[in-house]
């Protein structure tokens, strides 16, 4: 077993940069408490009857309901505005960004606990994570366009995984470091170091029910993906959680693509381009992989709202680049 731990681990980072203020050392550290004060509450959830379901009610207590989604988005707002260096979070559980520290240099963007209708099925759901510098002046008031960036100005990304065991991955642009949570102990232990998408090009993960309502060419590239090949090792196996982190995290270490395309009822797709796609975009890429709307690089993508819509299509440059083929032919 490896015993280098998160905290370890983030501090001899920082120390790659001599003077360094340890911000970004400080922002992990914030995420990495919060993480492990969600997990606990995710793995009981079961029990706490009071963090299923919806919110907006009261239990038999008369205390106000509070689904676990609402939950996480606070944990992790107090826990960036502790350490005092943001200046301002956009979540996906918030209509609004909010404001935090005007002299904080760091802007987040989070999908503080994607996948919640899981929840009650007892299946994993994670939180997604993304931090850029801002771009207004240190001491005024954030702005929409601190955080309107393109996903290539990150500087740091990653998710949380709330499995079989709790896991936090992320990226500041030299690679990518998995982590496994031990809750006897409470510490995060480094267990997937310099990750990498493998090279097979194993599964495909796209809600099926929706083929019919989506484009020709990824009517296509899905029947491409079944049919029988020896040779390029076809059918692909499909693999669908319904768990964006669950299935990204699963296609990261066997292989494979995650797709969710515009389809009619959604024509921008379904996923949010701060909060879900340019994290893992980011993710993808120090991992070797690739990340798509179907012809565009999801980088590269100037954002124009908070809650932005893209399709998507993540996961093994090959794999990527197929479906890019047979959009192109459309
Ligand atoms: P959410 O942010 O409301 O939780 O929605 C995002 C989730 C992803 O985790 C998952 O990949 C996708 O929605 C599943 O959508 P669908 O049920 O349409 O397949
Ligand atoms: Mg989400």
Redesign the pocket.
Known sequence: MNFKTLGEFIIEKQQDFPGSSGDLSRILSAIRLASKIVSQQVNKAGLARHILGGAGTDNIQGEAQQKLDVYADERFIEALNNRGNVCGIGS?ENDEFIELNKEGKYIILM?P?????NIDVNVSV?TIFSVFKRVSEVGSSVVLKDFLQKGTEQVAAGYVLYGSSTMMVYTTGNGVNGFTYDPGIGVFFLSHPDMLFPNKNKIYSM?E??LQRSSKGVQDYINYCQEVDKKTNRPHTGR??????A?FHRNLIKGGI?I?PATDKSPKG???LLY?CNPLAFLTEQAGGKASDGRNRIMEIKPTELHQRVPYFVGNTDMVEKAEEFIAKE
């Open positions: 996906e999908d606990l994607d996948g919640s209708s994670g809600n029910g929706n669908y959680i319904g768990s964006l982190v299935d995650y969710y379904k996923l949010r879900e």
